[in-house]
């Protein structure tokens, strides 16, 4: 059951740039792609920047419908993210269906939300003056979802492939004073 | 001592956005901050996109010379990568002495190498099109050094305010065929 999570926290999720899932709908037909490159751009609304490939079916998807949903997986959902990453919408029509992912009806945009997932989030197009040049979005969080039962599950991290870390010993900078 | 690094391997370094420093350099004084939300754009030409908030002397330093260096510290540089990230080159002018940082003249770029950090990147603008409404920048990173000394030296993930994570587990991705 998907709890929904106050905007302002959404850089907490995304801060670190966790791997995640692109859900896409358009001509009412929903589709889902892993990505890994992303960051934050500002808090609050929440902005995002990603890039996304303009030979994948998600790009077309996602200039057309101007929206979509960015859904951050858990560790254990590892296999099923590469493997929605491995293969095109052109050749598997549904991949939720092909790899076992279910998804749920977004409130605000027409693509759905990945359930299993520990947050989704609501997305529109803010800015895609780069995407034509650098495949760039910038994407603004309109509706935010989090699962309390995924809590305390970690987010996966690019290593290349289909190697990711997960999130190790924490670490709590104490920042010296100026020498004057 | 630092090493060149290929060009060709700088998305492994920056694909997972650890937390780095930014160095400027405009006017014959160089500047140093903490960064942490960027990624990848481009393998190679390795492109990146960075948020550098308008209000740091950074942001000016960046669009007057177009150019800086992008560093990637060790988790063992988390105290000093905290210490620039909290005081602005306003009031400490040379945070680099301030915070007992050692610069190195890079090779492309006015702006300085971070001495004692994993990787150095030297980078130039490639699009600022969104730096006045979103503090966006594109960077095209033309020169990239790696410090050997440093192997096996772990990165720092952003967990908000002075919180850090290190690499942790290992995950190999094995994806499941698609079911038809």
């Given at each position: 059951m998907m709890q929904e999570l106050p905007l302002s926290r959404v850089a907490g999720l995304l801060g670190s740039a966790p791997v995640v899932m692109l859900a896409t709908s358009s001509g009412g037909r929903a589709n889902v792609m892993a990505m890994a490159w992303l960051t934050m751009v500002e808090f609050e609304p929440p902005l995002l920047a990603c890039v996304v490939g303009s030979d994948h079916l998600s790009f077309a998807s996602l200039r057309a419908s101007r929206e979509c949903v960015i859904a951050v997986p858990p560790a254990g959902l590892a296999d099923r993210l590469v493997a929605v990453g491995s293969v095109s919408g052109r050749e598997v029509p549904d991949k939720f269906a092909a790899f076992g992912l279910t998804h749920l009806p977004a409130t605000e945009v027409a693509a759905p939300l990945v359930d299993g997932c520990i947050a989704n989030l609501e997305c529109r197009i803010r800015?895609?003056?780069?995407a034509g040049s650098l495949n760039l979005f910038v994407l603004e969080v309109v509706k935010a979802w989090i699962d309390p039962?995924?809590?305390g599950a970690k987010t996966l991290h690019h290593l290349g492939e289909a190697r990711f870390f997960t999130e190790g010993e924490t670490v709590t900078a104490r920042p010296p004073a100026p020498r004057t």
């Open positions: 800015d895609d003056s780069l039962a995924q809590k």
